[in-house]
């Protein structure tokens, strides 16, 4: 009697059946994953791709989204699968985890999410390029490499900043080179008793003769200032800055308008501060016995 229930124990007839159904399960899952995720993967990517190319996106922009694409159509095959598969119970584990990790990511990364939209909206939106002097938050600096996250720029004393593209994005940023004309502005002073139209005359005339100033708008210098100590006149010219270098065509106006300045006797003043009133001196006795003793 022993030895019949052990055989009926040892009985391999009853594991087949669940072998080949667990097998199956596994081959039905790998296949139908195979199959969603191969042509997901085709068609979805060639039609993100062709999309975003056709609306003039970014290669960067259309590269993330044809990656971000990527990943989608693995997770949802993995869903897909696992349904068809009859893993009921694996799949709502793994929505349930998929879930809290996600809760967890956001929380910790919001800074690091906060930079990545923003480089997302400034590589299409294009409120600058790479070679472009910006100025922000009282910095300026030239673009130098814009990443998803950080934008690297280089500041005229030749300093490397990596600034957080949220900081770009929330700023009021300032293009200097975003046109093809900028004006050059200068304020010059002259005494009250100097003739305007000489001094203008001047001014117009040494900032014309800078290589690289425009003819067209012409120099201008109108008066803009009747300051506590000077009459100052607003010297404009308009350069190209992808031709010419602001600060180095600015340096040039106001060194040859003070030659000329100096060279037809015209002042430029500073501001002085003139005292009056009188000066009386007390407890003069007091201080001739201190000496004395």
């Known amino acids: ?31 139908v994953f195979a199959v969603i995720y191969l042509f997901g993967k085709y068609f979805l990517t060639r039609a993100v791709e062709r999309t975003l190319e056709h609306r003039g996106f970014d290669e960067t922009l259309i590269s993330l989204a044809v990656s971000t694409t990527v990943v989608i159509t693995g997770v949802g095959a993995v869903a897909l699968a696992a349904t068809v598969a009859g893993f009921g119970v694996v799949l709502a584990a793994f929505a349930t985890l998929a879930g809290a990790l996600a809760l967890a990511v956001g929380f910790a990364a919001q ?33 130098r490499e814009i990443q998803l996250r950080v934008t690297k720029l280089d500041t005229f004393d030749n300093e490397r900043i990596t600034v957080p593209n949220s900081d770009l994005a929330n700023a009021a ?105 009188g000066l009386e001196v007390t407890n003069v006795g007091s201080a001739e016995e201190v000496t004395g003793d």
């Open 111 to 143: 800074d690091l999410i906060a930079n990545f939209v923003a480089g997302v909206f400034i590589i299409q939106d294009e409120p600058f390029s790479v070679g472009d002097w910006i100025e922000w938050s009282g910095n300026s600096g030239v673009v």
């Open 1 to 31: 009697m022993m030895l019949l229930q052990q055989e009926s124990l040892l009985d391999p007839q009853q594991y087949i059946q669940p072998l080949v159904s667990a097998v199956t399960t596994v081959v039905l899952f790998i296949v």
């Open 173 to 277: 940023v300032v293009n200097n080179v975003a046109n093809d004309r900028r004006r050059v502005s200068v304020g010059f002073g002259i005494g009250y008793e100097d003739d305007i139209a000489q001094a203008r005359d001047a001014i117009i005339d040494e900032g014309s003769r800078i290589g690289g100033v425009l003819d067209d708008p012409e120099p201008t210098a109108p008066v803009t200032e009747l300051g506590d100590s000077a009459v100052v006149l607003s010297g404009r010219i308009w350069i190209d800055p992808d031709e010419s270098s602001y600060g180095a065509v600015r340096a040039q106006f106001v060194e040859a308008v003070k030659e000329r300045f100096d060279a037809e006797g015209l002042d430029m003043p500073y501001p002085n501060t003139e005292l009056s009133g």
